[in-house]
Each structure stands twice: as structure tokens, then as C-alpha cells.
């Protein structure tokens, strides 16, 4: 897993950093080479996009997690109806699921909406999810904060 040093170098390694709320979600079953992988894949609405490399993405995408309901997630899952601020990964694969993208650094690209702001836009304060040791990130960030260098 890659290690961060500030929010700059986790934008730099993605190809949008959007807000986002979660409006469904599904489990799905993959077999490869002598194994079977699940994941779980969110639809989420992108209500403001902080970085975006490319085409636009949205208004509607898919985050493709590791785990599910049957294999436990090495990551937390984002849910149904959170708000997030999410870094995301173009998934690189081939087919139908070429438009999905991973969560940049597994848990270390998911902030979640602050209770205390939720629901206010661009004003949002959101929080890390999971501080992984060894990076140096803030522990909370609004959007405008979202890229910028340390």
C-alpha cells in the first residue's frame, strides 16, 4: 500500500476527488485464476468535484471496494446514504467495468461528512476514516483543502 505525505501527493495519485453521496449498492462476484473475488460496488452522486483529470465524471459513478457480504472488506465500506469525500483511482480493467474506480490508497482516499456539518456543501468539514500509520494526513479537511500543497 502506498504511504502519504499530505494531501497533495493522495490528489496527485488520483484521477477525481469528488464529494459524494452514496445511493446504492451491490455485491458482486468475480472469478479469475483459481479464485473467486467479491466486491462491492456503490453508486454514488458526485455533488461538487474538487479535482477531476480528463472527461468530467458524473453526475453518477461506481466505487469498486474488496469484500462484501461474504468476504469480509480489508478497507471500510462506504454506505448507503453517507456523504464522503472521496479520492478515486480509475479501475484500469477491461469491459463493462472500465468506468468504475477504486478509492485511492484503499482506506487512506475515504473522508466522511463531519456530523456537525452534514449537509451543508461546500462548507463540510469531513474526517478521516481510518489513519493509517506512517502517513501524515489531517485528521479533518473541507473540499477548498482537498489538493492543496502542505
Not at 479464485?35 to 453526475?59: C, N, R
Not at 478497507?75 to 474506480?101: F, P, R, W
Request: glycine residues 8%.
Amino acid at each position: 500500500m502506498q504511504l502519504y505525505e499530505s494531501v497533495h501527493a493522495l490528489a496527485d495519485d488520483s484521477v477525481v476527488v469528488a464529494v459524494v453521496h452514496v445511493v446504492s449498492q451491490e455485491s458482486a462476484n468475480e472469478t479469475g485464476e483459481d479464485k473467486t473475488a467479491e466486491f462491492t460496488l456503490s453508486a454514488v452522486v458526485i455533488d461538487e468535484v474538487v479535482k477531476s483529470d480528463g472527461p468530467a465524471a458524473g453526475p453518477e459513478i461506481i466505487v469498486r471496494q474488496d469484500g462484501g457480504t461474504e468476504q469480509a472488506p480489508p478497507a471500510e465500506l462506504v454506505e448507503v446514504g453517507d456523504t464522503h469525500l472521496l479520492y478515486l483511482t480509475a479501475s484500469e480493467l477491461e469491459g463493462d467495468v472500465a468506468s468504475q474506480y477504486y478509492v485511492t490508497g484503499a482506506n487512506t482516499g475515504i473522508y466522511a461528512a463531519s456530523q456537525d456539518t452534514a449537509g451543508c456543501g461546500t462548507s463540510q468539514v469531513f474526517e478521516q476514516v481510518v489513519a493509517e500509520t506512517g502517513q501524515d494526513l489531517p485528521a479533518q479537511i473541507s473540499p477548498e483543502e482537498a489538493t492543496a500543497p502542505s
